[in-house]
Each structure stands twice: as C-alpha cells, then as structure tokens.
C-alpha cells in the first residue's frame, strides 16, 4: 500500500529565505507526482506535475525534483514572499490507479515571516 | 471555465438528515472523484466515477452514494447524516487515465453533523 508522508509538518521562515519542502513515498511505481497548495478555508490549487519519467518541473519561483528510486520529490520556492503562506501537500498517482487516484501525504504547513 | 465547482460552500446537517452535495465541470473531464479531508489523516477518497454511468468506490465509500448521469456533474449523497461525516468534501476531475493526469479540485464544502 502507497504511503505518502510530509516532514516537517509546519515551517517558518523569513522572508526572502528559500523553501525546501520535503515528500516521501514508498512505493517507487508512481506514474506521478503533483504538488498543490491549499490556504486555510479553501481549495488545493495544483503547482507542478512531475511525471514518473522526469526528474525536475519548474514554474517560475517553484521547483520540484523527482528521484523514484528513493522514494522522494522536493519541492524549492525561491526568494520566499509571505504570500507563499499556506499548506503545501503532494500526491501520488499509481499507474492503472482507477479513476486516477491519489494518494496525499499530510501538508507541510509554511509561514513566512515579513 | 469555471473548473470544478463545489455547492453549498457550507452545511450544517443534524444526525439523520439527508442531503446532496454538488459538483460540476466544465472541461469535459472523464473522470470525477470525492475527497474527504480531515485533521491528521489527509485527503482520502470516497467515490470516483470513469464516465458517464460508471461509478466506483474509494477508500471510504460507507454512508455515501454518488451517480454521474451526466459528464458535468457528479453529486455526493449522505443518506443518513452522522457526526462522524463531519468533513470538508472536495470534488476533483481529470482526463482520462492515459494522459497526464493532472487533477483540477473544486473549493470544498465544510459539513458539520451535529
């Protein structure tokens, strides 16, 4: 069975600092990875999707790494804004997951301070 | 488009009443799913549907029903409230399985059972 977790849960940083938020999962069959982010009382808004065949993403500010062998994916903000405050949360897809399942780990939950 | 939207944003439901929530896509996804999350175990999903007419459960099926009549829409049922669906109820769609998969999840809806 797919475990996905997140360490550190929650995170502080000041501002202009960079962000390094950690995921690990146990199976190494992923088909992909997606990091999302939540603020509090609303939706997940998806960041980058990682397929099973690549290594990085980047959008912007974010990046996010995928090494499958070990079982993990990093996510880095760059110059961190206290806009960047919020959960962040990964998921990972199994391949032939029915109806695209997801499997989430538990957020790390970042403030950056001004 | 407007993506995934998600109503009510709130409900307030006493035990053993029953209700609707409501959930509909404008992408043409195939697949739609229910998520419920909650404190310290996540996201997990409830029910999925692959297409019109076709429905399935997820990890935590029990106390809910879903049906998909149509392509948009994808409703969640609660028969029979109890507390324990205390919850705040995401609904997401994607394409279909082989393609990249991305997830679009709507803005929630926060239920409390009392």
């Known amino acids: 069975k797919q475990e996905v977790t997140q360490i550190p849960a929650a995170l502080s940083v000041p501002e202009g600092e960079n962000l390094v938020l950690n995921c690990s999962f146990t199976?190494?069959?992923?088909?992909?990875l997606q990091w999302f982010r939540q603020d509090p009382g609303k939706g997940l808004t998806s960041l980058l999707l990682?397929?099973?065949?690549?290594r990085e993403q980047t959008s912007g500010r974010l990046n996010a790494s995928l090494d499958k062998s070990s079982g993990r994916s990093t996510l880095y903000i760059a110059a961190s804004q206290p806009g960047d405050s919020a959960t962040y949360l990964c998921?990972?897809?199994?391949?032939?997951?029915?109806?695209?399942?997801?499997?989430f780990g538990g957020g790390t939950r970042v403030l950056v301070k001004p | 488009n407007a993506g995934v939207t998600q109503t009510p944003k709130f409900q307030v439901l006493k035990t053993g009443q029953s209700m609707t929530l409501q959930c509909a896509q404008d992408?043409?996804?195939?697949?739609m799913s229910w998520y419920r999350q909650d404190p310290g175990m996540g996201l997990r999903l409830i029910h999925y549907?692959?297409?019109?007419?076709?429905?399935d459960q997820g990890e935590v099926p029990n106390g809910y029903n879903v049906s998909r009549s149509t392509t948009e829409d994808f409703p969640l049922r609660l028969l029979s409230a109890a507390p324990s669906q205390t919850s705040v109820y995401f609904c997401?769609?994607?394409?279909?399985?082989?393609?990249?998969?991305?997830?679009?999840f709507g803005p929630g809806t926060r239920l409390t059972v009392t």
């Open positions: 997401a769609s994607s394409y279909r399985q082989t393609s990249a998969g991305e997830q679009y």
């Open positions: 199976d190494s069959a992923i088909y992909n």
């Open positions: 990682i397929q099973s065949s690549q």
């Open positions: 998921a990972v897809r199994r391949p032939q997951a029915a109806g695209n399942k997801l499997t």
């Open positions: 992408m043409n996804h195939e697949y």
């Open positions: 549907s692959v297409g019109a007419g076709i429905t």
